[in-house]
């Protein structure tokens, strides 16, 4: 399983990006697609991560500007980001956790990162 992230790039703060990251290889029915992100001398952090039901979850920074979605049939997670600020500048990862099945452990996958730079 591969993950390739892109989207990444500089936006002035108030803009928009949208982050992809494509999923080569199977995903298995419990699976959960997420983004990270980790800022210079930070710790990496959950941005937003969407289940394979559909639900989703958001940190709290984010709320209300960030949209995550999935395309289960091109194997693509999406994050849109709007209202973008200084402090969202990071690199962030995209992330895959998944079982084969209820007696499996969770197996996480992480994509090569994807800088975003918002300045002006």
């Known amino acids: 399983v591969q993950l390739q992230a892109s989207g990444g790039g500089l936006v002035q703060p108030g803009g928009s990006l949208r982050l992809s990251c494509v999923v080569s290889?199977?995903?298995?029915?419990?699976?959960?697609m997420g983004w990270y992100r980790q800022a210079p001398g930070k710790q990496r952090d959950l941005v937003a991560r969407?289940?394979?039901?559909?639900?989703?979850e958001y940190a709290d920074s984010v709320k209300g500007r960030f949209t995550i979605s999935r395309d289960n049939a091109k194997n693509t997670v999406y994050l849109q980001m709007n209202s973008l600020k200084p402090e969202d500048t990071a690199v962030y990862y995209c992330?895959?956790?998944?079982?084969?099945?209820?007696?499996?452990?969770?197996?996480?996958?992480w994509g090569q990162g994807t800088l975003v730079t918002v300045s002006s």
């Open positions: 969407i289940f394979s039901g559909g639900a989703t």
């Open positions: 290889g199977s995903i298995f029915g419990m699976n959960v």
């Open positions: 992330n895959l956790r998944m079982k084969r099945g209820a007696r499996f452990a969770w197996e996480d996958y």
